[in-house]
């Protein structure tokens, strides 16, 4: 325990000496950084994704269940997304430096905001390598100096990761000590980064319900939380059932086991007797397994072969992160609204509609993140919404919503200009 703390504190005065030198490095040297960094994953694939086949096949024997062992794993195509994704982040503006919002008062004085770096983000996340990257990534181009923790199921993986991401980034002139892994996997530990205010100035958690309960209930600095997504999509009765169909097996399929897929399908009344078995069949292919209300499930027991279950009180409000889905029938838009309003997480929710006011009343009365008329809850990602990628994906309202890419990983100071002016 003693080395733990020891490597903690060192590593923690070391990236904040770090940020005061990261947070005015010109724009070419973070660009050179970040093109370093997608090279070297690239060419240094074959060590991380053995690193990352130890953490897999120990996380496998160790019984993890197969959403988490998802996002453990890395492969040679999701290596290409991850760099592609650093690519996309270096051809970004640099927000730091900018100015903005600058007028003339009439005193005189001009007065302006000026974008700025927050200092050191501290990261403490579970399971997803890809983490490692995203977060350094982001975090160097908007001028942050970065202390990550991830969890010991992906201790290799990250490792190796933060390995390279240090190399390149150190090559092209970065601060040494900008970038920070925490090797140890000692659980105590966590409650000590809690309490480093001095040295972190904000933490950003990424992982289940328990990890983030407990970093916003005992950070001594402010925390960012996020990233469990109970999503819905709601078919209205003026929707296009092809269109539906299309949208609502994307939101579960293309990937089950992330924050942003569907979780339960509400479908109005007046056309589920049509739409549910259109769907149901596409997700049977899938093998999507369907929590159905009493009124869903008398739809669809006579269409074979699906795999229908009575929906419990704990469907609904559930984050499934699997081939699950949970369906209920509606009568109305009200009632639709008032099933988000009441189960929602305040992440990603849809509506298939064609009825221009039922848009305009989901859009303005859904309290989410991100809100969705004819499109798939999948979107809400930092890649997916030209921000480069993501630091995670906040439900909160204060100080920044949905994914955080470089703009929401910034704070502003004033700046005011003046000839000699003096208060009376």
């Not at 927000?95 to 008062?105: F, W």
């Not at 939380?225 to 819905?232: F, P």
């Not at 709601?234 to 942003?260: F, H, M, W």
């Not at 419990?312 to 029938?329: I, P, R, S, Y």
């Amino acid at each position: 325990m003693e080395s733990g703390i020891r490597e903690l504190e060192e590593k923690g005065n070391a990236v904040k000496a770090a940020s005061k030198k990261l947070a005015f490095l010109a724009t070419e040297v973070k660009n050179k950084a970040l093109l370093n960094v997608a090279e070297a994953l690239i060419a240094g694939q074959n060590e991380i994704l053995a690193a990352n086949d130890l953490d897999y096949k120990r996380a496998q024997a160790e019984g993890m269940s197969e959403a988490m062992l998802d996002r453990l794993k890395l492969s040679p195509s999701r290596l290409e997304g991850i760099a592609q994704d650093t690519r996309a982040v270096a051809a970004l503006a640099d927000p730091v430096g900018e100015v903005y919002e600058m007028r003339t008062l009439p005193n005189g004085l001009q007065i302006g905001k000026k974008r700025v770096p927050l200092g050191v983000i501290g990261a403490i996340y579970e399971s997803r390598p890809n983490v490692t990257v995203d977060i350094s990534v982001l975090c160097l181009k908007s001028g942050n100096a970065v202390i990550l923790r991830g969890g010991s199921e992906a201790l290799n993986s990250n490792r190796a990761l933060a390995k390279v991401i240090q190399q390149a980034c150190y090559q092209a002139g970065v601060p040494q000590g900008a970038v920070q892994f925490i090797e140890s996997t000692e659980r105590a530990l966590v409650n000590n980064m809690l309490k480093m205010k001095g040295a972190i100035d904000l933490i950003i958690p990424r992982g289940g319900a328990g990890l983030i309960k407990l970093i916003s209930e005992n950070a001594t600095m402010p925390v960012i939380t996020g990233g469990i997504g109970v999503c819905h999509t709601y078919v209205d009765r003026s929707g296009n059932l092809e269109r539906a169909v299309a949208i609502a097996y994307n939101a579960k399929v293309q990937r089950p086991t992330v924050c942003n897929a569907l979780d339960t399908l509400l479908v109005h009344s007046e056309v589920a007797e049509v739409y549910l078995p259109l769907i149901a069949r596409e997700w049977a292919r899938a093998g999507v397994e369907m929590h159905c209300d009493e009124r869903a499930l008398a739809i669809l027991k006579p269409v074979p072969p699906l795999k229908l279950v009575a929906a419990l009180d704990d469907d609904w409000g559930k984050e499934f992160l699997g081939l699950t889905a949970a369906v209920k029938v509606v009568d109305s838009l009200d009632e639709a609204l008032a099933h988000i309003d009441l189960y929602g997480s305040g992440h990603s929710e849809a509506i298939v509609t064609e009825d221009y006011s039922a848009a305009m009343r989901f859009l303005n009365e859904v309290d989410a993140a991100c809100v969705y008329v004819n499109a798939s809850t999948r979107f809400t990602d930092g890649a997916q919404f030209g921000l480069g990628a993501e630091i995670g994906i906040s439900t909160q309202k204060f100080h920044a919503r949905g994914p955080m890419a470089l703009k929401e990983l910034t704070s502003y100071k004033w700046v005011i200009f003046g000839s000699g002016q003096v208060r009376p």
